[in-house]
């Protein structure tokens, strides 16, 4: 991988930083940026890094690119070590180049740690093609993947893959991951598949499933769905990049991005019980038109252009960007 600020040999597509805290309310101090590093378009260490980061035990930065790598469009796992000089560059190294066929493709939700330093993670395309996965059929729907750390300091990370989806029922295009650390239970949701209904992004809505691990750590995973989203009031197409939260009864949290009472997404509760898991709509999200009919738009007015305001001046500056 090519070293930070090479601006004569590389072109920087995206950059992992890092921010000191901000001082608390009151005082003067401003908040500093640091470049750790910067993603080279021609180099093969990946493009448009995606998702959140995680530390390992020793310090080191994991995350994953959405693009780039060594087969061009399907992203990358990367690693950031910090280095023993503060002021000196993050050296930066690529885990895994995604080839976008059986291994997936197109990471955009960062990875997790379990407690015996293994990595876990998904990929939203690649792999099996299926109708069940809408948007993104023709590009397939993608995996859940592990990784295992090396033996050696320099070694390499080896992996398998824990599902592939097929679309449906198992759902497709899947986002970020939760691991239960008392049990070891991966949780996740899918973006399409499952249950197929007009309300939801290209006929059908989403999951939320369940990785368990084996007895034999050598054996296969086994994969549950827990909920398959019906569309309407009760939400569907979780977010790629969102991750479940779990509380301290075991319920799961997320969030939808279609469906509610007004049609633009819910954040929801699944609670385990003897049957099953069941699902509570706690919030239905209200898009502009909701606004608009609830207050009229003469009230609207005020709360909506300063939205509006900010939406175009982001705009503007990508543009300009």
């Known amino acids: 991988m090519s070293g930070p600020g090479d601006f004569l040999k590389s072109l920087s597509i995206a950059a992992v930083i890092a921010g000191a805290a901000l001082a608390p309310v009151g005082t003067a101090a401003a908040a500093t940026l640091t470049n750790l590093y910067d993603f080279n ?10 998702g959140p980061l995680a530390f390992d035990g020793a310090g080191a930065l994991y995350g994953t690119t959405s693009n780039g790598g060594a087969h061009g469009l399907w992203g990358t796992v990367f690693k950031l070590t910090p280095p023993g000089d503060p002021s000196a560059p993050w050296p930066g190294s690529v885990l895994y180049s995604f080839t976008g066929g059986p291994d997936g493709g197109q990471p955009r939700s960062g990875v997790i740690f379990d407690r015996a330093g293994n990595l876990y993670g998904t990929t939203l395309v690649g792999a099996t093609d299926a109708v069940g996965c809408g948007l993104y059929a023709r590009r397939g729907c993608g995996t859940v ?27 497709g295009n899947p986002g970020g991951l939760f691991l ?13 598949g499952g249950l197929p209904s007009d309300n939801c992004v290209a006929g059908y809505c989403g999951t939320v499933f369940s990785l368990t691990p084996p007895a034999n750590p050598a054996d296969p995973w086994t994969y549950s769905v827990i909920w398959q989203f ?11 990049s969102a991750r479940l939260v779990m509380d301290v009864s075991g319920a799961l949290h997320g969030t939808t991005q279609r469906g509610g009472a007004d049609g633009v997404g819910t954040l929801f509760q699944l609670t385990p019980g003897p049957a099953g898991y069941s699902l509570t709509t706690l919030w239905s999200f209200r898009g502009r038109t909701a606004i608009m009919t609830a207050i009229g738009f003469e009230r609207a007015g005020p709360i909506l252009k300063p939205l509006e305001q900010w939406r175009n001046s982001i705009l503007r500056g990508n543009r300009r960007g």
């Open 41 to 50: 378009l021609f180099s093969g260490d990946g493009r448009s890094p995606s």
């Open 230 to 240: 019906p569309g309407g009031a009760d939400g569907g197409n979780p977010s790629q």
């Open 145 to 171: 993947f592990e990784g295992f750390p090396p033996a050696t300091p320099d070694g390499a990370w080896g992996g398998r893959l824990l599902h592939t989806f097929t679309g449906t029922p198992d759902g």
């Open 180 to 192: 239960d650390p008392a049990t070891g239970i991966i949780y996740g949701t899918t973006e399409t």
